[in-house]
């Protein structure tokens, strides 16, 4: 598992049992529950590609710290209008943004935009699929869900404000 501090937040990338994924946590929290530094198979097959793919996670987020362009070499598996919508967020260009119904439209269903927003909470390789870029068409949004923190539940929103501004997008609401 590697650990980066970003911002109000540490990124961590590491392995579930469905393989390598990515999670922003409040400073020095510990993975959450199933996110573990062993790839989590006793299958050799899936085990040398869990490992590949985990080192191109983290080369890829280590080439995203330095230009917010990079994006990921492939997508996790999920539901066909998910990938669709993680394709699309890959394309917004940093320092801008785009609504959940301008994504939704973007992925080939313009009156899905909840559906949009949980293709983003699904999202596992964040920030190379950028859902920070995505917002609510009445302001900033929500962003990692409900409950993602015990200890302060506003982090997640400074965490994305902060995502934005390094993006270069002026001042998020």
């Known amino acids: ?5 970003l911002g109000p937040a540490d990124l961590l990338a ?11 946590v409040e ?14 198979t006793t299958d050799a097959t899936k085990f040398a590609e869990h490992h590949l793919m985990l080192d191109e996670l ?3 987020i280590e080439r995203w710290l330095i230009d917010p362009r990079t994006v990921p070499s492939h997508l996790p598996s999920g539901p ?8 699309a967020a890959c394309s ?13 439209t973007m992925a080939g269903r ?12 699904r999202n596992r390789i964040a920030p190379l699929v950028p859902c920070h870029r995505v917002i609510a068409s009445l302001g900033l949004g929500g962003f990692m869900g409900t409950g993602a923190s015990a ?4 982090w997640p929103l400074r965490l994305k404000r902060w995502l934005l501004a390094r993006d270069g997008v002026p001042a998020a609401r």
Do not use: N
Not at 80 to 87: E, K, L, M
């Open 1 to 5: 598992m590697k650990r980066w501090r």
């Open 14 to 24: 590491g392995c579930d049992a469905r393989g390598p994924c990515t999670a922003w």
């Open 27 to 40: 400073p020095g929290s510990p993975a959450p529950r199933g996110m573990a530094a062993s790839l989590g």
């Open 110 to 121: 313009p009156a899905a935009a909840r559906a949009a927003a949980q293709a983003m909470a």
């Open 151 to 154: 200890g302060d539940a506003a």
């Open 80 to 87: 066909p209008f998910h990938r669709a919508c993680w394709t």
């Open 92 to 104: 917004i260009v940093p320092g801008t943004t785009v609504t959940y119904g301008e994504l939704a």
């Open 58 to 60: 983290i080369d890829s």
